[in-house]
């Protein structure tokens, strides 16, 4: 057995194995059914509020914390919506075939809930430095919550060393610097190596300002980005509309069938497919990842639940709008069964749509999207690394250290598959391993939460939606910071939210 199926079968055959792609969408049907569907029927609020917040209106609620609610979501979302979209999607339609991509869309239908919850105990169970400033994710909910509130130490210290140790292999082991790489260096003839030391220096302006300054340039990079992207997309689409029914078709059918060997594609299993959709479904929205509660944590929002609500929003545009684009441009084009993997793919199919001038479009799209991932990453790699050194009096020391070196083991990782000439494929299925070990310690802790999470939620209804009584001695947050009650009903948000009925 050559080392790539070796990586291949301990990731695929144990590490994703099919207990963990059960936790995740039973996970996700269990919160689903607990709130009542709220993902689908506070949709709507969900939308408004993310979209007023994108455009500044409402004030902001609270002075805790260290970005507004609209640079909180922005720098998530450039988080989420990276290499991922583009890399990933193409990775899992080249490894598990067109049938993945069902299995990513079933995966964003419950991620939207669980990524709801984790964001909602974030910012509910979030602590307070020396500074003032505001840190907070799973392993804060993981500690207060399971360890302090209901008195499960061992059960605490189990799940919360095991997502610290699983996430901060991020730190060895981060997608965005290869990819960035492969599709530049490949789009501009450019050695990947220099297109990586290019992208890390950039990498390194990005950082060096902190969370700040990484929010402000994400409030202002994403939402055009975004939209850059969608219309690249949405131009070719129309240009493939006659084959777009029989796309949709295969991607059905593939779904619960398999996609056999065409072309240069070695054809999947059924069950190849579940597993590549759901890892990437994960690692594109990172619902249940953890990873998108650590930005959010830092919010200056007056309720939790106002803050989860961008949860629902991110999934949807990060996996019904962005990947489903990429998806259906690689489907129609043909392009899914080239033998082409990663970026390349999804290069290939812009080239085919819209020329040598799409293959440009979409290499410098990548670009700023890696860079908006990196640093996002950077960031919730950060609130670990503090959760780890508290107030010691190394932390300091400690957190430099980190900064300055963070960039340097991706670019690492681009050189060594120049030199060894290791596919994408491979390089993605290390990036996989380094998502499970967290994505099962946090799955595991938001089951043991979800009392809270459901308490919160119903708080927020009867706070702001004008569904029940107030609770006046029910604590919004763990560590106290008081919320204005106020009446958003109909007529009375100045937000908006309220216009929804959810009854």
Request: charge should be neutral; proline fraction near 4%; glycine fraction near 12%.
């Amino acid at each position: 057995m050559s080392f790539i199926d070796l990586v291949s079968v301990i990731v695929w055959d144990y590490m994703w194995g099919m207990p963990l792609v059960l936790a995740i969408l039973g996970t996700g049907f269990y919160l689903t059914l607990r709130t009542g569907f709220f993902q689908f029927r506070g949709f709507g609020v969900a939308m408004r509020h993310a979209w007023n917040s994108i455009l500044g209106r409402g004030e902001e609620r609270s002075r805790t914390g260290i970005l507004s609610s609209a640079e909180a979501m922005s720098m998530a979302l450039g988080t989420t919506i990276g290499v991922g979209n583009i890399g990933g999607v193409a990775t899992a339609i080249a490894t598990g075939g067109p049938g993945a991509v069902f299995w990513m869309w079933l995966a964003a239908l419950v991620g939207m809930i669980i990524k709801m919850g984790e964001i909602t105990l974030a910012v509910h169970y979030r602590s307070r430095d020396a500074g003032g400033e505001t840190y907070g994710g799973p392993n804060y909910y993981m500690h207060k919550g399971i360890g302090v509130e209901q008195g499960r130490k061992g059960l605490f210290h189990f799940l919360s060393g095991l997502f610290a140790f699983g996430f901060c292999t991020a730190y060895f082991i981060n997608i965005q610097t290869y990819t960035v790489s492969e599709a530049v260096g490949n789009t501009f003839q450019i050695p990947m190596t220099t297109v990586g030391i290019v992208y890390t220096l950039l990498l390194y302006v990005m950082i060096s300002g902190g969370f700040r300054t990484m929010g402000r340039i994400a409030s202002k990079l994403v939402p055009f980005m975004c939209l850059f992207y969608i219309a690249a997309g949405l131009f070719i689409l129309v240009r493939n509309a006659p084959a777009l029914p029989a796309a949709v078709a295969l991607i059905f059918q593939s779904a619960f069938t398999g996609s056999a060997a065409f072309g240069g594609f070695l054809g999947a299993t059924v069950t190849q497919a579940i597993k590549v959709g759901l890892s990437r479904s994960v690692f594109s929205n990172e619902a249940g990842w953890g990873s998108a509660p650590m930005i959010h944590a830092t919010a200056q929002v007056d309720h939790p639940v106002r803050q989860g609500l961008m949860g629902i929003f991110e999934v949807f545009v990060d996996t019904f709008v962005v990947c489903s684009i990429t998806c259906l441009v690689i489907v129609s084009s043909g392009q899914w069964s080239s033998g082409l993997d990663g970026a390349t793919l999804t290069l290939a199919a812009f080239e085919q749509g819209i020329g040598r001038f799409g293959r440009v479009i979409l290499a410098l799209a990548v670009f700023i999207f890696g860079l908006t991932t990196s640093s996002g990453v950077y960031a919730q790699i950060e609130v670990v690394v503090r959760y780890l050194v508290g107030e010691s009096p190394l932390k300091r020391g400690i957190l430099s250290f980190y900064k300055w070196t963070y960039p340097l083991p991706s670019l690492a990782l681009v050189y060594i598959a120049v030199w060894f000439g290791y596919p994408g494929t491979l390089i993605w299925v290390f990036s996989d391993a380094s998502t499970a070990l967290p994505i099962f310690a946090n799955i595991l802790a938001l089951l043991f939460l979800t009392p809270r999470f459901l308490a919160l939620l119903k708080d927020y209804k009867a706070r702001y939606l004008g569904e029940g009584v107030v609770d006046p001695t029910f604590r919004v947050f763990y560590e106290e910071e008081v919320p204005e009650v106020r009446d958003e009903r109909p007529g009375s948000a100045p937000e908006g939210e309220g216009c929804t009925d959810l009854s």
